[in-house]
């Protein structure tokens, strides 16, 4: 049976309503430089919504997104779980946090906090309002 994570998620907001926030997350854990504007434009439209997820669910996203290195990979290691950021993931690739999966898998975490990326839902639309009221003669 797998470890599970148990960080709460009143730590992190359940909703990263915009491109902006999901770049501002990223950036706020990243220990590299990024650019938050390129983040920006490529989640435009999109939310995230944080989700306990298992773990199984998840896989490593492109190489561009998954910069190895081993002293960040220590750094995550001695990290407890219960106390690591959620993951942010697209369509189950790891977006962002592939350090922090790696140390998960490796605890034998079954289930993790991650930020699921999708489209911001349209707004539904209002009934269109009648001038004149129905006839309702027999």
Known sequence: MGRTMTNSPALWPELLATSEAIAAHVGELSPYEICEEQIEEMYLGCQAKLEWTHISRLRLGPDNNNVASEERQEACDSRPTETMPPLLAEDGMIMDGAHR???????????????????????EPKPARRSEPDDLSP
């Open 101 to 123: 999966y790696r140390t998960l898998l490796s605890k034998g975490c079954a289930h993790c906090w991650v930020y699921h990326i999708e489209p911001i839902p349209e707004p």
